[in-house]
């Protein structure tokens, strides 16, 4: 799911990946809402606030937004950069990169909440808003465009768009594919959801606090694992098969 690009890639593998980045993405979301009280998956809800500061000519003010909104794309462009640079290397899983870095900052902001005090929050919500761009970057050039996992207000409206297509038989006859299109966005949004319900029940009853952060990279690491084992075994039994029909 996290090699797979162009014509050798499928609604399966897009249905796959689209679960876990999501998942993710609520457990994020919801760390950082109640952690920090910020929004930490998008930057819609961040732009709004900077352009109401700027019309107030509270310009000190509105610097914390434009921050946020710099990090998540400054996020996107480290994981294209990081695709682009390494692409050529046939060997190399180049999605791996941005994935582990993901993990890398969901895991320190982790364990730095449990030894120090955090004084400054908002270079917290920044580094998470960072991680956010990574990802949606990353998964958004894997499907070419199809999935998005970190923000819903697009999702929705692609959703009851397409919905509303399937009552014009004559105008959209590939039904299948639309059928396909919208089990994926349905997909994302419920995984959406789930995580941020799981990241709630974490951080509030199970009192693990910014600790939850932990168990979305868990899920990533796993989930970059599983897909590399998947594919050697595959690999493996390509050769095998190769091989028994030379002899």
Request: positive net charge.
């Amino acid at each position: 799911m996290f090699r797979h690009q162009g014509k050798s890639r499928t609604l399966k593998h897009n249905l796959r990946i689209a679960t876990i980045l999501s998942f993710v993405a609520g457990v994020v979301n919801v760390t950082g809402f109640l952690a920090f009280k910020q929004l930490t998956t998008n930057v819609t809800g961040h732009f709004a606030l900077f352009i109401n500061d700027v019309a107030n000519f509270e310009f000190w003010k509105g610097t914390i937004y434009f921050l946020y909104i710099f990090a998540f794309l400054l996020g996107s462009f480290s994981s294209s950069f990081l695709i682009e640079t390494f692409k050529e290397n046939k060997k190399l899983n180049v999605f791996v990169i941005p994935t582990i870095i993901e993990c890398v900052i969901l895991v320190a902001i982790a364990l730095f909440s449990d030894i120090l005090e955090i004084k400054y929050p908002d270079i917290i919500a920044c580094l998470l808003l960072f991680a956010m761009g990574l990802q949606n970057s990353y998964v958004t050039k894997i499907s070419n465009a199809i999935v998005r996992t970190t923000h819903l207000t697009g999702l929705f409206t692609d959703l009851g768009i397409e919905i509303s297509q399937l009552f014009f038989p004559k105008k959209y006859p590939l039904k299948d594919k639309l059928k396909a299109t919208i089990k994926l966005r349905s997909y994302i949004i419920l995984f959406f959801f789930a995580g941020g319900i799981v990241g709630g029940y974490l951080y509030s009853e199970m009192n693990l606090k910014l600790n939850t952060l932990i168990f979305g990279a868990l899920i990533l690491l796993i989930s970059l694992f599983y897909d590399d084992f998947r594919y050697k075994l595959i690999k493996t039994k390509r050769k095998y098969k190769h091989r028994k029909k030379r002899h």
